[in-house]
């Protein structure tokens, strides 16, 4: 029976200028010869499948943090959404710490995407908004309003400001939304990401097991981050890159002595 290998992207597959190297692609099309090989990240579909052009792809792709999973074939599997009164309620205590998020929403069922940027930017969304130039997906929303499919309501800015506004969400709201609140290592900030309660790698690898008749033991996860931690606790062999934040290492089986800049996962695949 084939072994499956999911990796994360960010920090974990990609190399920190967003690429990957021929190794890593010559590694991956290899090994998916006898085996299954398939991502969870927090990116959208538009831009992991811009990523992942060159790579063979044949099992269904965790996106957005685990609230969307989709077939290599953009066939929707599951879509875990934040409906907009209980969305529109979460923008509105950020405003309460002089904040606004950015909001990553489904325009249609045909996953045609939509990223709506506020009117008031601190640096590190700036930053953040440096990356999608020209980027057609990009709307701008200045009354801060959620979507009916919203998918993730994101903030970026420093961990003083984040950190009280994340223990806010969790008292006000509890269990009806997920909150992670990670360091953001391209711009040296943090990030408070909030989604579905059933939105996250967790519950996207149950299904995604499910959905290939294999079990969660039998699946190999790579990662570095605090949305992969579900994840890692759920797989049978959880690995993170050497890169990886501490809290990642302590419930990791293996921690590489490479990093994603040192194809990392592909090393691990190709041994």
């Keep these: 029976m084939n072994n499956i290998y999911i990796t994360d992207l960010d920090h974990t597959f990609l190399r920190s200028d967003h690429t990957i190297s021929d190794f890593s692609a010559k590694v991956w099309n290899e090994k ?10 927090a990116r959208s579909y538009q831009k992991s499948h811009d990523f992942l052009k060159k790579l ?3 099992a269904p792709l965790i996106l957005l943090d685990g609230t969307m999973i989709v077939s290599p074939e953009k066939k929707l599997i599951k879509i875990n959404t934040i409906n907009k009164t209980l969305g529109d309620a979460v923008v509105e205590v950020g405003l309460e710490f002089d904040i606004d998020p950015f909001i990553i929403g489904l325009k249609d069922m045909n996953l045609n995407e939509s990223f709506l940027y506020p009117r008031k930017l601190n640096e ?3 930053f953040v908004l440096k990356g999608y130039k020209n980027d057609p997906r990009m709307q701008f929303n200045p009354q ?3 979507m009916d499919m919203t998918l993730k309501i994101v903030y ?12 806010k969400l969790k008292t006000t709201f509890k269990d009806a939304i997920e909150c992670k609140l990670s360091p953001e290592k391209y711009s040296n900030s943090y990030f408070l990401t909030i989604l579905h309660p059933d939105g996250d790698k967790a519950h996207a690898l149950q299904i995604v097991t499910d959905y290939l008749k294999r079990d969660t ?8 981050s605090v949305n992969d931690i579900g994840m890692f606790k759920l797989a049978g062999t959880a690995v993170a890159v050497s890169n990886a934040l501490d809290e990642v290492k302590v419930v990791a089986d293996v921690v590489l002595e490479h990093s994603n800049d040192e194809d990392a996962v592909a090393k691990y695949l190709s041994h």
Excluded at 217 to 224: A, I
């Design 32 to 41: 998916a010869k006898s085996s299954i090989l398939s991502i969870a990240t």
């Design 56 to 58: 063979h792809l044949d």
């Design 124 to 126: 590190q969304q700036k």
């Design 144 to 146: 801060n309003k959620t």
């Design 156 to 167: 970026f800015g420093e961990y003083q400001t984040l950190k009280p506004l994340n223990d």
């Design 217 to 224: 033991k039998e699946v190999t996860v790579f990662g570095d």
